[in-house]
């Protein structure tokens, strides 16, 4: 599917009083990513199968989806406690936004404190 969605954020479009909710929430949810993979639109996190962070992952989506509108997300919790999924798919911009800007934080975790989605900006 192609799309004329334009890649940027706008993190005024969730609620002031929000915003440090959702940033604490991105930043529990990508710091704790078990394992990613490349998929054909994007990238899917492998998470931990903790219910806190499986409502922390829904509470991303519900509010991510309002700043960047050009992301698709699927939650995917399998049967019997097995692997949780979080995927960001969208077109071959956003695929290379996420590389950009997700994959590289979650590959150097540990390494900045300062963890944020490019969204996440209070301007």
Request: charged share 30%.
């Amino acid at each position: 599917m192609t799309s004329t969605q334009p890649i940027a954020c706008d993190f005024t479009a969730i609620e002031k009083e929000e915003r440090e909710i959702h940033k604490q929430n991105s930043e529990e949810v990508f710091e704790s990513v078990v394992d990613w993979q490349e998929v054909a639109d994007g990238y899917t996190f492998q998470l931990p199968t903790q219910t806190d962070i499986i409502e922390k992952a829904g509470a991303f989506i519900a509010r991510e989806r309002l700043c960047c509108p050009f992301f698709t997300f699927n939650l995917e919790v399998t049967p019997n406690r097995g692997p949780v999924w979080l995927t960001m798919t969208g077109n071959e911009e956003v695929k290379s936004y996420i590389k950009q800007n997700v994959i590289a934080q979650i590959q150097n975790k540990g390494a900045d404190d300062n963890w944020e989605l490019p969204g996440d900006r209070d301007e």
